[in-house]
C-alpha cells in the first residue's frame, strides 16, 4: 500500500509522514524529491518545476514499483497539483495492482503563510506556489483533510483510521 500525503507547502506533509511511520509498522517514506532535485541539478534543459521532466516521473514509478515488492506500507509525502503527473506515477500503480490511498492536507492561505513562516528555512518559491496549491486542491480527487483547526496527532490518526477502513 501506498499512503499518499499530498497538499500544499508548509500544510504538514512531512511531519505528518513522520508520525504516521513511527505509528504504522513495516512502513517507509519515499521522498520524490530527492530525484527531483537530482534532475534538476543536472538535465541541460531547465524547467522551472522538476516535476515537468518526464524522467521525473518515471523515475519514480519505477522506483516505488520496486519498493511495493519490498515493504508492505510507503509513506509518500509529496506536493502534486498536476492530476497527469499523479497519474503517470500513483495511477499507473494502482493498475498494476497496488493500493494507493490519496490524502489532501488542505488549509487557507493565511495558515500555510503562517507555518511556512514558523519553519524558518522555506524558500520565496514555497511562498509562490500558496495560491496555486489552495486553487489545485479544490479540484483534485482524494481524501480531504483540512487541518487549519487540527493536530499533527489529529491528522495522523484520521489517517489511520481512513487508511484501515
Same mark, same amino acid.
Given at each position: 500500500?501506498?499512503? !499518499?500525503? &499530498?497538499?500544499?507547502?508548509?500544510?504538514?506533509?512531512?511531519?505528518?509522514? #513522520?508520525?504516521?511511520? /513511527?505509528? $504504522? &509498522? /513495516?512502513?517507509?517514506?519515499?521522498?520524490? %524529491? %530527492?530525484?527531483?532535485?537530482?534532475?534538476?541539478?543536472?538535465?541541460? @534543459?531547465?524547467?522551472?518545476?522538476?516535476?515537468?521532466?518526464?524522467? !521525473? *516521473?518515471?523515475?519514480?514509478? @519505477?522506483?516505488?514499483? %520496486?519498493?511495493?515488492?519490498?515493504?508492505?506500507? $510507503?509513506?509518500?509525502?509529496?506536493?502534486?497539483? #498536476?492530476?497527469?503527473?499523479?497519474?503517470? $506515477?500513483?495511477? *499507473?500503480?494502482?493498475?498494476?495492482?497496488?493500493?494507493?490511498?490519496?490524502?489532501?492536507?488542505?488549509?487557507?492561505? @493565511?495558515?500555510?503563510?503562517?507555518?511556512?513562516? @514558523? *519553519?524558518?528555512?522555506?524558500? /520565496?518559491?514555497?511562498? #509562490?506556489?500558496?495560491?496555486?496549491?489552495? +486553487?489545485?486542491?479544490?479540484? $483534485?480527487?482524494?481524501?480531504?483533510? +483540512?487541518?487549519?483547526?487540527?493536530?499533527?496527532?489529529? =491528522? =495522523? #490518526? &484520521?489517517?489511520?483510521?481512513?487508511? &484501515?477502513?
Amino acid at each position: 500500500m501506498i499512503i !499518499w500525503i &499530498n497538499g500544499g507547502f508548509g500544510v504538514g506533509k512531512t511531519t505528518v509522514s #513522520n508520525k504516521l511511520k /513511527e505509528k $504504522i &509498522n /513495516e512502513s517507509i517514506i519515499y521522498d520524490p %524529491e %530527492e530525484i527531483g532535485t537530482y534532475l534538476f541539478n543536472t538535465q541541460q @534543459e531547465k524547467k522551472d518545476d522538476f516535476q515537468d521532466y518526464v524522467l !521525473w *516521473r518515471t523515475l519514480n514509478y @519505477e522506483k516505488l514499483k %520496486e519498493l511495493s515488492l519490498k515493504f508492505k506500507i $510507503i509513506i509518500i509525502p509529496m506536493t502534486i497539483t #498536476n492530476m497527469q503527473y499523479y497519474d503517470e $506515477i500513483a495511477g *499507473r500503480l494502482e493498475r498494476d495492482g497496488t493500493v494507493i490511498k490519496h490524502f489532501i492536507l488542505i488549509a487557507s492561505k @493565511e495558515t500555510l503563510i503562517k507555518r511556512l513562516d @514558523e *519553519r524558518g528555512d522555506s524558500t /520565496e518559491w514555497a511562498y #509562490n506556489q500558496v495560491d496555486r496549491c489552495v +486553487n489545485a486542491f479544490k479540484d $483534485i480527487q482524494g481524501e480531504k483533510i +483540512n487541518t487549519d483547526n487540527m493536530s499533527i496527532d489529529d =491528522v =495522523v #490518526n &484520521n489517517i489511520i483510521k481512513l487508511v &484501515n477502513t
